[in-house]
């Protein structure tokens, strides 16, 4: 399927006019990706299964947002190569051709893996970059150790590694998600990446004094994230 010249993937979306709040089309997008990156069982992928999904959470009729959860998949993420079919359900009731078909259920693809390492609400994020390595080519495994290694001890950083990169792709910032390869965020000026950079250098050359001492003071002013 050709991706239109204007499809866009919308997951950092938010409204001119209210701040930080993400579109109604990010908030689908992201839920989406979320849902097809979980353990959900095959039904729960299908796109009347993530409609579902997404309104029990919401407290809303799943008839109302299938026509959204339609086109973000059909308009969007399945042309873009976020997501693919996996397999399609037999289908009982309802026209004989279309219960000799089936219904398509979703999963994510090597992109869409990357993707959904960016989006704060998927939770297995430490399985999803297993996965995504696994399907990774030779050249795209330099930051293979590391990554897995910050992503045990200090997950939301490297958290946020993800959500520049993918975030770059969005703003049309680079050019491509795939290849993988962290070294085109140098090619971007990040004031957080460059500080939390500054910081852990600093941190390295502390005496255990110092860096008693500074941890002390960071736990002062940050709260805990869980």
Not at 35 to 55: C, F, M, V, W
Not at 78 to 89: F, N, S, T, V, Y
Not at 167 to 192: G, H, T, V, W, Y
């Amino acid at each position: 399927m050709k991706v239109k010249s204007n499809t866009k993937l919308a997951i950092f979306d938010t409204f001119k006019t209210k701040g930080n709040d993400l579109t109604g089309e990010a908030n689908r997008q992201r839920a989406i990706i979320a849902i097809l990156g979980s353990n959900a069982n095959s039904a729960e992928k299908t796109r009347t299964g993530i409609s579902q999904r997404i309104a029990k959470k919401a407290d809303i009729a799943w008839k109302n947002i299938y026509s959204g959860i339609f086109r973000d998949l059909d308009e969007i993420l399945l042309p873009m190569g976020i997501a693919e079919e996996d397999g399609r359900l037999p289908l009982k009731r309802g026209p004989k051709a279309l219960q000799e078909k089936g219904i398509p259920y979703y999963h994510l693809t090597k992109e869409g893996i990357l993707v959904a390492l960016a989006i704060t609400e998927v939770k297995n994020k430490e399985n999803l970059l297993e996965e995504f390595f696994s399907l990774a080519d030779a050249d795209e495994k330099e930051f293979e150790k590391v990554l897995s290694s910050l992503m045990s001890t200090s997950p939301n950083f490297t958290h946020s590694i993800f959500q520049k990169y993918v975030k770059a792709f969005c703003d049309d910032r680079i050019n491509k998600l795939l290849p993988f390869d962290l070294s085109k965020l140098n090619q971007i000026s990040d004031e957080s990446l460059i500080v939390q950079k500054e910081i852990l250098e600093a941190f390295l050359n502390f005496s255990k004094q110092e860096k008693d001492e500074a941890l002390k003071f960071l736990n002062k002013i940050i709260p805990d994230r869980q």
